[in-house]
């Protein structure tokens, strides 16, 4: 049986710092678990474009298409600012998610407990909050037509189409429903059916597929009231599905409970391959993070969980999943710090590497 496959796209930014660690990671999985991946390298987003004028190359779409994985740090950076849109370092991402027709972003929300007195509310709202908000990444306002910016009786227009299919919401509801029958089994779906007839599709949509998970409570909110609940009150929420647009804020808005981006990963699932499991993309949910490029300062952990999701989801190595996650867990709650977790309570400073070493040390003590 042949190894597992993963393309690395570190891209840019603190992207090939935060991958460097879970690179350390994946060579700790082959030497001490026997779990041995097959990892290529290729190029995305900025680097991607000073290298062929391009934010993702031909060649590195097909070998995504190829792959059990990938897995992205980043992509973007103030460099690029002035570049067409057509050729800006997100187009890149865009078209991987496009075409490999990722049409599920799994986005969790965990606190963990040492890093409960760093979200901005307060510490009883988030103690213990693990949700999970899928969203729909393949259609929606973001890819309608039309669009593009006109000239109308003198004046700029500016024009994005919301658009779903029915086809294209279940599929998503199906994800999403699967998501809750592994969990606490309850569903909230966001839309804004008040005022928007692509809500009420998504509305009608949802509900019907609820028929095949009748043991799931199923849920509707308007996509601003699910803001206001998420601060309000986030631990009533299991897990959340909404559209591309809602799901890019509300999931930025849940990130936020837990303290810092720079814990936060991310799936992206699509269709089935041969081998029965869903063509996938991980990545962290934060930025490029130019402005701490190169200092040591960024933190791996968003990345280093994205690679724990791809362990679970596209590798069925659940309990190697849980390992890292424990392993990242005793971390924290040893008081180990990178800049953007120091707090009132201070702790551990480390660089980035150290907290790669921290992370090894925890797995070694682990087996």
Known sequence: ???PSLLILAGD???????DQVKRIITWYGDKRDLHIDVSEDLVGGAAYDAHGTPLHDDTMARAQEVDAVLLGAVGGPKYDDLDFSVKPERGLLRLRKEMDLFANLRPAQCFDALADFSSLKKELVAGLDILIVRELTSGVYFGEPRGIH??????????????TEAEIERGA???FEMAMKRDKKLC???????MESGILWRDVVTEVHADYPEVELSHMYADNGAMQLVRAPKQFDVIYTDNLFGDILSDCAAMLTGSLGMLPSASLGVPM???RPKAMYEPVHGSAPDITGQGKANPIACTLSFAMALRYSYDQGDEATRLEDAIEKV???GVRTADLMGPDGGTPVSTSEMGDAILAALDASL
């Open 1 to 3: 049986m042949s190894n």
């Open 13 to 19: 930014g603190i992207g090939p710092e935060v991958m």
């Open 151 to 164: 000239i109308e009786d003198n004046m700029r227009v500016g024009v994005n189409t919301q658009r779903y």
């Open 174 to 176: 199906r994800a999403a």
């Open 189 to 195: 779906s966001m839309e804004k059916a008040n005022v």
């Open 274 to 276: 041969a081998n029965g």
């Open 332 to 334: 924290l709650a040893d």
